[in-house]
């Protein structure tokens, strides 16, 4: 495809601080594609607790069909824990995953200088399987994942199978195979030998597919300790959802926090989505002090994907583009927001970043 080629990319504010970082996530990527000459056609797509207020459900008519149309969105934060308790009250997360099978979850994490890093010279990826495992809005087609036979009795199922675990697994080794070319399996199939072990058996499968990765392998609790005490020595890593879910937070603690942790979900479709891995931190909207990073960098995560998959060199020069407005923000405290070790507020690190996307 050319440069003239129109990107169509939704807008999902989400909740709470995603009325904030979304918007400026989306005024980066404006200013970045205007640099670089990539065309986009942005389109607002309603969802969450405003959807709610407006539409009478979070995740209106409509919704869906529309990003049925769309090249990718960017996600906000989700805030569903909050939400009243009524049946057009639902979390829109499973419903976007299951319906475009958005079955990867890739989440970096890379450690900057100053910015209260536990370690330097962090730069790994976890990708973590998407739509099976313990959580009971994925795992079945019907019903819940999590059921309660008897008062003292509750019962949650892990639902892990040879298809999930291929696609999870080959998108991690084609990750792999475009960094250093080094993948490790994170499992417990010393415990669970079924689940586990098919996940893992899985996985050397399509390994033959990717005779150049070298493959290795850490039981999760011994991978928890060690991304304390040795995360340098990890490059790209799979997973399965749960373990994944909790790995990427650790991770994230690692480097500054949550709002240091981008993530974009990917399928085998031509879709993908841009997704911050925090909260919606109701107790900070509106102050315009929450971290933009996080999302800003999934938008330039997202615009990379997109680049590489319609063969778009004007969106990879946005990525490279919105990469170096990025570096140069977090370069220096006046730029950096709080929780990051600097004295910006979320406008002013937007700011930085602008100005540092021009230099």
């Given at each position: 495809m050319s440069a003239e080629h129109v990107l169509k990319i939704g807008i999902l504010e989400g909740d709470d601080i995603g009325h904030e970082v979304v918007p400026a996530s989306v005024k980066t990527a404006k200013a970045a594609a205007q640099m670089a000459g990539q065309k986009i056609e942005w389109v607002d797509v309603p969802i969450g607790r405003k959807a709610l207020d407006d539409h009478g459900h979070t995740m209106p008519d409509g919704?869906?069909?529309?990003?049925?149309?769309?090249?990718?969105?960017?996600?906000?934060?989700?805030?569903?824990?909050?939400?009243?308790?009524?049946?057009?009250?639902?979390?829109?997360?499973?419903?976007?995953?299951?319906?475009?099978?958005?079955?990867?979850?890739?989440?970096?994490?890379?450690?900057?200088?100053?910015i209260g890093c536990l370690h330097d010279d962090i730069d790994l990826v976890i990708v973590r399987e998407n739509n099976e495992g313990f959580q009971p809005d994925r795992n079945v087609v019907m019903g819940s994942g999590e059921f309660r036979p008897t008062h003292d009795v509750t019962i949650s199922v892990r639902v892990i199978t040879t298809e999930g675990s291929a696609?999870?697994?080959?998108?991690?080794?084609?990750?792999?195979?475009?960094?250093?070319?080094?993948?490790?399996?994170?499992?417990?199939?010393?415990?669970?030998?079924?689940?586990?072990?098919?996940?893992?058996?899985?996985?050397?499968?399509?390994?033959?597919?990717f005779p150049d990765v070298v493959v290795d392998e850490v039981i999760v609790d011994t991978m928890a300790m060690r991304l304390v005490r040795d995360p340098q020595s990890f490059d790209t890593v799979v997973t399965t959802n749960m373990f994944g879910d909790i790995l990427t937070d650790e991770a994230?603690?690692?480097?500054?926090?949550?709002?240091?942790?981008?993530?974009?979900?990917?399928?085998?479709?031509?879709?993908?989505?841009?997704?911050?891995?925090?909260?919606?931190?109701?107790?900070?909207?509106?102050?315009?002090?929450?971290?933009?990073?996080?999302?800003?960098?999934?938008?330039?995560?997202?615009?990379?994907?997109?680049?590489?998959?319609?063969?778009?060199?004007?969106?990879?020069?946005?990525?490279?583009?919105?990469?170096?407005?990025?570096?140069?923000?977090?370069?220096?405290?006046?730029?950096?927001?709080?929780?990051?070790?600097?004295?910006?507020?979320?406008?002013?690190?937007?700011?930085?970043?602008?100005?540092?996307?021009?230099?």
């Open positions: 919704t869906l069909e529309t990003l049925k149309t769309l090249d990718g969105w960017i996600l906000g934060p989700i805030g569903h824990r909050e939400y009243p308790k009524v049946p057009e009250a639902i979390n829109p997360h499973p419903i976007l995953r299951k319906t475009f099978d958005l079955f990867a979850n890739v989440r970096p994490t890379r450690s900057f200088p100053d696609k999870v697994a080959r998108a991690a080794f084609e990750i792999a195979r475009s960094r250093k070319k080094r993948l490790t399996l994170v499992h417990k199939n010393t415990v669970y030998k079924l689940g586990c072990g098919m996940f893992v058996d899985t996985c050397y499968e399509v390994a033959k597919d994230a603690g690692l480097v500054g926090g949550l709002g240091m942790a981008p993530g974009l979900c990917i399928g085998r479709g031509a879709i993908a989505m841009a997704q911050a891995t925090h909260g919606s931190a109701p107790d900070i909207a509106g102050k315009d002090i929450a971290n933009p990073f996080a999302m800003i960098e999934s938008t330039r995560m997202l615009f990379d994907w997109l680049g590489h998959n319609r063969g778009l060199p004007a969106a990879l020069s946005m990525s490279n583009i919105m990469k170096r407005g990025i570096d140069a923000a977090l370069a220096s405290p006046d730029t950096r927001t709080p929780d990051i070790c600097g004295t910006a507020s979320q406008s002013q690190m937007v700011q930085g970043i602008l100005d540092g996307m021009k230099s």
